[in-house]
């Protein structure tokens, strides 16, 4: 199974520009539910990012680029 990640809408409640700062994990790491793995920068607002499912980090966006609410940046893999 793979859980996308994305910026949910109820944690940005606006349409500003969204800059992923940090991914904390490397792509490939194994993360827990819950674990935080990115941090985000919203007009000068820092937030954090929690991984919403255990598995293996697959990064699709990287660091300094500019996003949206809603947008897919990344997966997790389920592992056995």
């Known amino acids: 199974m793979i859980t996308d990640i994305t910026v949910p809408p ?5 349409d ?14 194994i993360v827990e539910k ?3 793995i990115a941090e985000l920068m919203l007009a000068k ?7 919403p499912a255990r598995g293996r980090l697959r990064i699709t966006v990287p ?3 500019v996003i949206r609410r809603d947008q897919v940046i990344g997966t997790i893999e389920s592992v056995t």
Request: aromatic letters at 6%; glycine letters at 6%; zero cysteines.
């Open 10 to 14: 109820d944690l940005v409640d606006t």
């Open 16 to 29: 500003d520009e969204i800059v992923l700062l940090t991914w904390v994990y490397r792509d490939g790491a």
């Open 34 to 36: 819950g674990a935080l």
């Open 45 to 51: 607002a820092q937030l954090e990012l929690v991984a």
């Open 63 to 65: 660091v300094d680029s």
